[in-house]
């Protein structure tokens, strides 16, 4: 008998766990006191309940020397740690009004007492078990997301995309008609052409300023002479007698000098308008396609 009991013993000294450290975070309203083991702590915790006081016997467990810790709080003043027989005893002096939480991390290496207002935890059941009754507390939890979450971010993110490539296909289409020129995009003196489907060509064309040029135009079986700026405007048309040769084009500015200058000075409105002469000294300039 002496033996089993003598081996019973050894197995509880063997399973001891030691205290290695201990740290007081002492809160607004709550204080945590936070023990440090060298081992996953097995033991039983038994805990008994004072007017003043709350102790709890720590069975298994092991302490090198005692110790006091005074804390200004109105939850608790004081914790001694006391090493006895195969436990050690921890005495928490605190007020009426104080209830106490403990919780072992989920490793076992950390246990954690807790102090709060009784009125805190009113609503919450007892999680210690008495007459030297194992127990194991998981100190996190799951966070439970709503499914109404996910719904909610999943929308946001297609509303997101659609706007992306919708706002991405209307660039794309301003850009394209940027490039075009603006004489091509305004098609009223076009009119008379009926259901044709013939391209625009730009004959010749000579700029006169930085916003407004004169071109000639092919389309269909007609020529046009255009004053292309702010607005288009349509000087002459030609059928039959299609200029062809990079004077006639000259000849033809010549004969409309009068008619592009008077539209000019009526269009024209920062002070520092060129005349229609400065065209003439550009006749190098011309770009033309036969």
Do not use: C
């Not at 019973?8 to 399973?15: A, D, E, K, T």
């Not at 607004?28 to 915790?45: A, E, L």
């Not at 709503?146 to 991405?168: D, G, N, Q």
């Amino acid at each position: 008998m002496k033996k089993i009991v003598l081996l019973l013993l050894m197995s509880v000294v063997l399973m001891a766990s030691d205290i290695l450290s201990y740290n007081v975070y002492n809160r607004t309203k709550r204080v945590d006191i936070m023990f440090t083991f060298d081992t996953p702590y097995q033991g039983i915790i038994k805990e008994i309940k004072k007017p003043s006081k709350i102790i709890l016997q720590l069975y298994g467990l092991s302490v090198d020397a005692p110790a006091v810790k005074h804390i200004n709080s109105p939850l608790i003043s004081k914790v001694t740690i006391t090493p006895l027989d195969n436990y050690v005893q921890i005495v928490a002096f605190t007020s009426s009004n104080t209830n106490l939480q403990i919780d072992k991390t989920t490793d076992k290496y950390g246990l954690r007492l807790r102090f709060v207002p009784k009125v805190v935890i009113a609503d919450k059941t007892n999680i210690l078990t008495h007459n030297h009754t194992s127990f194991a507390l998981k100190t996190q939890q799951g966070l439970d997301i709503p499914t109404s979450y996910y719904i909610v971010v999943a929308l946001l993110f297609i509303a997101a995309a659609f706007l992306f490539f919708t706002k991405r296909k209307i660039n794309k289409g301003t850009n394209t008609q940027k490039s075009q020129p603006t004489a091509l995009k305004k098609r009223w003196f076009f009119k008379d052409q009926g259901n044709m489907k013939d391209t625009v060509n730009v004959r010749f064309t000579k700029q006169i300023d930085k916003t407004t040029s004169i071109m000639m135009l092919d389309y269909g079986e007609f020529n046009y002479l255009i004053l292309n700026g702010q607005s288009s405007v349509l000087l002459d048309k030609f059928e039959n007698d299609k200029p062809i040769a990079n004077s006639r084009f000259d000849e033809l500015l010549q004969e409309h000098t009068q008619e592009i200058d008077k539209l000019l000075q009526a269009t024209q409105t920062q002070e520092d308008d060129e005349p229609f002469e400065l065209y003439k000294n550009k006749a190098s300039s011309i770009a033309y396609d036969l």
